[in-house]
């Protein structure tokens, strides 16, 4: 299954107990649309036994794909252990992924 998948993301502000925050951090890194891209084709031309179906584009958590805290300021401030639990912070701007 995640021979034809594409990393699009790293991270978790999800704050729970698994180690993904430990080990890629709770700032949400998205790759660029011309890197996943760049990926595909590469998987397209490369690939042996490709039938041209990704089976996933995502990440380790749940799709936070470019979200992000409002600001830089805010996001360097807070030490909230979580953006989603118990509620989801004002702050944790969201923005709909072009796909």
Not at 9 to 22: A, D, H, N, P, V
Request: net charge positive.
């Amino acid at each position: 299954m995640i021979k034809f998948s594409v990393t699009i993301l790293r991270g978790c502000f999800g704050g729970c107990s698994c180690s993904i925050t430990e080990h890629e951090g709770r700032i949400i890194q998205s790759r660029s649309e011309k890197s996943i891209l760049g990926e595909i084709e590469k998987i397209r031309d490369q690939t042996p036994g490709f039938t041209g179906n990704i089976s996933d584009l995502g990440g380790p958590t749940a799709n936070m794909y470019r979200m992000a805290c409002k600001t830089r300021e805010i996001e360097s401030a807070c030490r909230k252990p979580s953006c989603v639990f118990p509620d989801i912070c004002d702050n944790l701007g969201t923005v709909t992924a072009r796909w």
